[in-house]
């Protein structure tokens, strides 16, 4: 059984910082692409940002030059960090990873059980 689970979350006044941590536990061979999505009151849910295992990253227009993507494989861990906040921002933050476990020949999306991030005007 794998389990991603979030932490870092909290509430912040605008401009501020908050580091989110996803970490990724279980019978895991190997983890590919990590990313982070976020959903907000009455919006779908969207993707933030996304880095592969060798470290390629993605992010969404909306948080350019504000979030940062990073990971340890060693730890099976991804972060998030996200500087100069803005009360758009605020949402609840998902980490997905894809995922072999050792008992299986294939990779699956799992999904971390998400933490708030509440951004003050």
């Known amino acids: 059984q794998v389990q991603l689970v979030e932490s870092g979350g909290g509430l912040v006044q605008a401009g501020g910082s908050l580091r989110l941590s996803c970490a990724a536990s279980?019978?895991?061979?190997?983890?590919?692409?990590m990313r982070w999505h976020r959903q907000a009151p009455g919006k779908q849910r969207e993707l933030v940002a996304a880095?592969?295992?060798?470290?390629?990253?993605a992010y969404a227009d909306s948080v350019k030059g504000r979030f940062t993507v990073s990971r340890d494989n060693g730890k099976n861990t991804v972060y998030l960090q996200m500087n100069n906040l803005k009360p758009e921002d605020t949402a609840v933050y998902y980490c997905?990873?894809?995922?072999?476990?050792?008992?299986?020949?294939?990779?699956?999306?799992?999904w971390g059980q998400g933490t708030q991030v509440t951004v003050s005007s």
């Open positions: 997905n990873a894809d995922v072999r476990a050792f008992s299986a020949s294939y990779y699956f999306g799992y």
């Open positions: 880095i592969s295992r060798i470290g390629s990253t």
């Open positions: 279980g019978s895991i061979f190997s983890i590919n692409d």
